[in-house]
């Protein structure tokens, strides 16, 4: 085939959209190559991320999940769903996007979603991760990708990268020693994915990154 259709993203985001960005480029300099990012939501209004994927001229939704606070469910998700089958997604990737995906979004994108964690799951799913494992006395941490499954930060994962936790470190401190590696690995395992170098059913455990491998 001549022009061969580029795989299509979907990024769910809440904040900041550090991960986000980091995909925006990694698709940019040809990283992740082929592809395009079709949409951008957001359940906040005033997420930073929007302003960032305007400026890289990527379609963005505002699209509430009320009255739910940490969920999306109901009305809410029938909405989400319809707004992404309309952009034909390859992959939806959740980037910081704070909400606990429900089953019926789920069953829409059999095995097309996947999430970021900033933990060495399956240690510390949830809220919360680094100060629970500096109280935890952990020596090493890091992070997660993972597909999204109906149990919390459970579903299986595909790549994760390790850093120490060290002395003196506080959350913050921490979390941005993990967020780095959030940066690399998951772009990295967005490309592999789309290659189909791995696939849901060919992963047994997950990839340990290498900082050797430079992508
Ligand atoms: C990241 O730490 C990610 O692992 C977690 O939420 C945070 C989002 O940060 N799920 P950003 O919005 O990508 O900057």
Request: charged letters at 25%.
């Amino acid at each position: 085939m001549l022009f061969p259709r580029k795989h299509r993203l979907v990024i769910l985001i809440s904040g900041r959209g550090s991960n986000m960005k980091a995909i925006l480029e990694a698709v940019k300099d040809g990283r992740i190559p082929h592809t395009k990012v079709v949409g951008v939501i957001s359940d906040n209004p005033t997420a930073e991320g929007l302003t960032i994927a305007r400026k890289y001229g990527i379609k963005t939704r505002y699209l509430s999940a009320a009255p739910y606070k940490t969920k999306l469910e109901g009305p809410a998700e029938e909405k989400y769903i319809a707004t992404i089958k309309k952009w034909k997604p390859d992959l939806i990737i959740l980037a910081g996007f704070m909400r606990v995906i429900k089953s019926r979004f789920i069953q829409s994108f059999p095995n097309k979603i996947i999430n970021i964690h900033p933990s060495l799951l399956p240690a510390y799913p949830g809220l919360h991760t680094h100060e629970r494992v500096l109280a935890a006395g952990e020596k090493e941490s890091g992070c997660t990708v993972h597909f999204v499954n109906e149990t919390v930060d459970g579903g299986k994962r595909i790549i994760q990268a390790r850093v120490p936790v060290l002395a003196h470190d506080t959350p913050q401190t921490l979390a941005a020693r993990i967020l780095e590696k959030e940066h690399v690995i998951l772009p990295y395992a967005i490309r592999l994915l789309l290659e189909k170098k791995i696939s849901y059913e060919s992963l047994t455990e997950p990839l340990q990154w290498r900082d050797e491998w430079k992508f």
